[in-house]
Nanobody
Framework: QVQLVESGGGLVQAGGSLRLSCAASGRTFSTYVMGWFRQAPGKEREFVAAIRWSGTNTNYADSLKGRFTISRDNAKNTVYLQMNRLKPEDTAVYYC?????????????????WGQGTQVTVSS
């Protein structure tokens, strides 16, 4: 059974930083694309960033480029999301997701596995 466990969320002031982690277990993720999504209250879940597990190719939501960075540590089966210069509008539950295959996609229904989410709250 595939498990994705996020951690690192919390409360931070605007302008601050947080690093989220997603630990993957249960399968060999060398062929998986790992993604981060977020969902704010009353809004749809939206794409944040994604990375190929076996390479360095990444993709970001246009509005987040330059502030957020996705990375991975294959030895630890962990994916990270570094979030800098946080804004109150970044407040959301952040989800880690995984999909088999090679292509990085931004649509939620292409991702087969999901974590339980971690809350990020940015105060003004």
């Amino acid at each position: 059974q595939v498990q994705l466990v996020e951690s690192g969320g919390g409360l931070v002031q605007a302008g601050g930083s947080l690093r989220l982690s997603c630990a993957a277990s249960g399968r060999t993720f060398s062929t998986y694309v790992m993604g981060w999504f977020r969902q704010a209250p009353g809004k749809e879940r939206e794409f944040v960033a994604a990375i190929r597990w076996s390479g360095t190719n990444t993709n970001y939501a246009d509005s987040l480029k330059g502030r957020f960075t996705i990375s991975r540590d294959n030895a630890k089966n962990t994916v990270y999301l570094q979030m800098n210069r946080l804004k109150p509008e970044d407040t959301a539950v952040y989800y880690c997701a995984a999909r088999s295959g090679y292509n990085i996609v931004a649509l939620t229904h292409f991702y087969e596995y999901w974590g339980q989410g971690t809350q990020v709250t940015v105060s003004s």
